[in-house]
């Protein structure tokens, strides 16, 4: 075999795979150490593996792990609770309808004489309201005014109809001010959405239960706690309300149900009452004022401070104009307008009158009614305000700043019927103590007219003579008793017009002994005096407690021609919506005490009483008058009592602490509160003549009794001397007057 050439090519297998190349011997060598060497510079950088970091990184691992299967099955087991509670909700939440009215009392409304509203009381409500349409399922639904809605929106939530009925992020900025103002996180300020607050509103469906809350203000008390728990019910409640109702609905239901003040539910009731208009036609600056009560209702409440209120509602015009409700022109245009009360809201005339209708009726169908009641009464606006005014006036100008003294005034017809009530200084009131029905006084010479009317009915007459002469009586069990003239004089033999005139004391008292005590107490019981009498002579001067009220019923059967009367304010009762009336008149004309005769001799009587007497600041002029002062011991009482043939008066001065008045009798400043009050009344009433006899010549004035030297005619004729005496006898505290 021939060996191959060197020079010789290679073959085809080597070519199409070649070998690989090898280096040489001497090349490998000097190789394997650098690459030996680098291998152990790498080692040396990498950190070394130790058993515990390993160990760690798996227990992290493992309790991240459990910590993401735990935390994932909480929540998911949060969330179904939470469904399954939204649900449950959901499923027992009423219609719609039947939200809107949530109170647990009703109203009541009073109208006066000619129909018009005065006064309300217990839980208004106005009437069912949505937010933008008639709702089919409301049968009396309004409409609202669109400001108010936008007012309320922006004034609660701006994000209203953004969220989903609780609000993250309200929360979040509600802790942050709270911890801003040094709070806890969960203190002041609630973050709580408008759907959470209608929720609150319906006290989370639960409803009231009189044998768990004792009363109605626990109850809500109750509702409205902010407690943990009770903010995490409210935010489940109120997403089941959004999945329940629609944004409108929930809105509508708030605008129905807040309590906006002074026992207005809802803003159609609240804009009646401030405004005397439907929440439909309320304008911006009314809108703003009635949002800006949501806060604080009973502080905001316009009645209660009304430039408060309007600061209030500058508030949310600012609120408004920056969401972009109202234009700056709008907004400018309020602002410079502040809504202003009804006249209605601004009086609050006859506060005193509406209570004291109020009690004439079943308290289930006033104080404590749980239907919505109207009440026609008998009350006159404009006699009310006359008698405010008047006594306003005369406390301003003629009473010392700062005097604890109080007054009432009572004006009625002769048949009983109310016009006008006020029971204290303080005029714009509900629920204070009234001194015209509560207040038991002494009415001092006052009685008198029953006395006289006694004897007039036994035989006497307005001109029978009785002799004015030292008196004194041997009272059982007290002693000798010797009554005196307020002046302290005797006066001989007068008539009994003359000694009603100059209100006398020892005539009266010797006409009730001649005519009978027992007699005398009869007719004045009759009359409408009430109140326990006394049982001696000293009766006849006044000293019996009675009220102001009944004083004034019993001088309105003097003038009624000698019939009684039960004094009435409440016409009829009935359901809101029904004309059928549930109650009616509760009072009147009665039996006959006297004869129309004897009545005709007393209102003459009287008549010359405030023509030449003691009453003389009582007279109207062109208008006839008849009254009576009285005046109890030491001036701790003043009366004027009288009455036009129109309408009977009469008026109480004291301190309720029954301190002595300084310089006041009946003849002063009563029969000026009465002369202002009535002569306000009698504007644009045709003069009446009263029903009295008109004797041809004036009853004979008999000479003056032996010993005084001064004659009972110059007394009876001038003005000024009985106005020292006024003085006097209030000073030494003197006799009745």
């Not at 109809?161 to 609000?167: A, L, M, N, P, R």
């Not at 003038?559 to 009762?573: A, D």
Request: charged fraction near 20%; proline fraction near 5%.
């Amino acid at each position: 075999m021939t060996e191959p050439r060197r020079g010789k090519s290679k073959l085809v297998a080597e070519r199409r795979y070649p070998a690989k190349k090898q280096a040489p011997k001497a090349q490998a060598k000097k190789t394997a150490p650098q690459k030996a060497k680098a291998s152990k510079s790498a080692r040396s950088r990498r950190p070394a593996r130790t058993p515990s970091s390993s160990l760690f990184m798996r227990l992290f691992g493992w309790v991240f792990r459990l910590i993401w299967i735990v935390t994932s099955r909480v929540a998911l087991i949060g969330a179904l609770v939470l469904g399954i509670a939204v649900f449950y909700i959901y499923t027992t939440l009423p219609p719609f309808s039947d939200l809107l009215d949530g109170r647990a009392r009703g109203s009541v409304t009073l109208l006066d004489r000619n129909g018009s509203v005065f006064a309300w009381r217990g839980e208004q409500f106005g009437g069912q309201i949505t937010t933008d349409t008639v709702s089919p399922a409301l049968k009396n639904a309004i409409k609202v005014s669109p400001h108010l809605k936008n007012a309320i929106i922006a004034t609660e939530d701006r994000r209203f109809y953004k969220h989903f009925g609780v609000s993250p992020r309200g929360i979040a900025s509600a802790i942050k001010i709270n911890l801003s103002e040094n709070r806890s996180a969960l203190s002041g300020h609630g973050g709580s959405t408008l759907t959470q607050q209608t929720a609150k509103l319906l006290c989370l469906g639960v409803p009231f239960d009189p044998a768990k809350w004792k009363n109605q203000t626990e109850y809500e008390a109750d509702c409205r706690q902010g407690s943990l728990t009770r903010k995490i019910k409210e935010a489940v409640y109120a997403l089941a309300m959004e999945v329940r109702y629609s944004k409108d609905d929930i809105l509508s239901i708030y605008m129905n149900r807040a309590y906006l003040g002074a026992g207005a539910n809802g803003f159609e009731a609240a804009a009646q009452r401030y405004f005397g208009k439907s929440a439909a036609e309320v304008n911006i600056a009314e809108s703003a004022m009635l949002a800006g009560l949501l806060t604080a209702p009973s502080r905001y409440a316009p009645t209660s401070n009304l430039e408060r209120s309007q600061d209030r509602a500058g508030i949310v015009l600012l609120l408004m104009n920056q969401q972009g409700y109202i234009t700056d022109d709008e907004r400018a245009y309020a602002k410079a307008h502040p809504a202003e009360l009804s006249d209605t809201a601004e009086k609050r005339a006859g506060g005193y009158f509406a209570d004291w209708v109020m009690g004439a009726g079943p308290d289930f169908l006033t104080r404590d009614t749980t239907e919505d009641v109207v009440i026609d009464t008998t009350l006159d606006q404009r006699i009310q305000t006359a008698a405010e005014d008047a006594l306003t006036w005369v406390f301003e100008n003629k009473v010392r700043e700062g005097s604890k003294a109080q007054a009432a005034i009572v004006v009625m017809s002769a048949d009983g019927a109310v016009r006008a009530m006020v029971g204290g200084r303080k005029l714009k009131v509900s629920g204070a103590f009234n001194r015209a029905t509560q207040a038991k006084r002494q009415p001092g010479s006052s009685f008198k007219p029953f006395v006289y009317a006694t004897a007039l009915d036994m035989g006497w007459s307005y001109d029978s003579p009785i002799v004015d002469e030292p008196l004194t009586l041997n009272i059982p069990g007290s002693g000798p008793w010797s009554p005196q003239n307020y002046d302290r004089k005797f006066h001989g033999t007068v008539t009994l017009t003359d000694a009603l005139r100059h209100s006398y004391n020892i005539p009266a008292v010797k006409l009730a002994m001649d005519a009978g005590l027992e007699n005398v107490r009869t007719v004045a019981e009759m009359f409408g005096i009430e109140s326990d009498l006394a049982q001696g002579p000293a009766l006849a001067l006044g000293v019996s407690e009675t009220t102001l009220l009944e004083m004034t019923g019993a001088y309105a059967g003097i003038l009624n021609g000698g019939s009684s009367v039960s004094p009435y304010g409440l016409k009829s009762l009935r359901l809101k919506g029904d004309n059928t009336p549930l109650m009616g008149q509760d009072g009147g004309l009665g039996e006959r005490v006297i004869t129309p005769e004897s009545a005709q001799e007393l209102i003459y009587m009287m008549y010359n009483a405030v023509q030449s007497g003691t009453g003389a600041r009582a007279q109207i002029p062109g208008v006839e008058v008849a009254g009576k002062t009285g005046t109890t011991q030491a001036a701790r009482d003043a009366w004027f009592m009288g009455f036009t043939a129109d309408y009977v008066a009469g008026v109480w001065m004291g301190y309720d602490d029954n301190a002595p008045l300084t310089g006041v009798t009946g003849g002063g400043l009563p029969a000026e509160i009465w002369q202002k009050t009535m002569e306000k009344v009698q504007e644009g009433l045709e003069p009446k003549p009263l029903p009295m006899i008109r004797p041809a010549a004036p009853p004979r004035v008999n000479p003056q009794f032996p010993g005084n030297t001064t004659s009972s005619n110059s007394r009876s004729g001038d003005k000024a001397d009985n106005v020292l005496l006024d003085l006097l006898g209030a000073i030494f505290g003197g006799g009745n007057n």
